[in-house]
């Protein structure tokens, strides 16, 4: 069965794992819908232009089977500040479907909007104590799950990342079989 994915973008995101999230959801067949929490085309973190196939808004009454966030500074802190996007983030941990986000994002995003509460995460190192309260850090670790929340390190991690997330849609064979063209040993 087909899997339906938002990813959010917006001005200063991280575009390697963007695109990433992006390319490789869609290599396992996967329906991404690419949103954006400013303008259609957005700048990223080193300027390389990302056109969005929506605006957020245009997807807030849509349910997914999984919300992923790519990172980035000040991306990550402008998905924060959407309060279309923290709406969508919070109905979808209520209703146990899976959120993830990579880099900067576990700890500016989500960890902002109290969705990392009692779970284990990762993100980019240098962010790592603003993971507090009952989050637990798992900086040792690449790629976390927890639930339904699933948190990485940042764009050395985003293919790593992008997989585990296949594997959570589809199952581990469906995931080998994306990363076996894309030469991705582990």
Do not use: W
Request: proline share 5%; hydrophobic share 45%.
């Amino acid at each position: 069965m087909k899997k339906s994915v938002l990813v959010p973008i917006a001005p200063g995101i991280e575009e390697l794992e963007a695109v990433t999230i992006i390319d490789t959801l869609r290599r396992a067949g996967t329906e991404v819908v690419v949103a954006s929490v400013a303008e259609l085309q957005v700048i990223a973190s080193r300027g390389v232009k990302i056109t969005a196939d929506k605006r957020i808004s245009d997807c807030a009454r849509l349910t997914f089977d999984l919300i992923a966030l790519p990172g980035g500074m000040p991306g990550a802190e402008h998905l924060r500040d959407s309060a279309e996007l923290t709406a969508m983030l919070k109905a979808q941990h209520k209703a146990g479907r899976l959120y993830a986000a990579i880099c900067a994002s576990p700890a500016v995003v989500l960890q902002s909007h109290g969705l990392l509460e009692g779970r284990q995460a990762t993100c980019y190192p240098s962010l790592a104590e603003q993971l507090v309260g009952s989050s637990k850090v798992s900086l040792g670790s690449r790629v976390v799950v927890d639930k339904n929340c699933v948190t990485s390190q940042g764009p050395g991690t985003a293919l790593e990342f992008a997989l585990k997330l296949i594997e959570l849609l589809y199952g581990p064979a469906k995931a080998k079989e994306v990363a076996g063209p894309m030469l991705f040993k582990e």
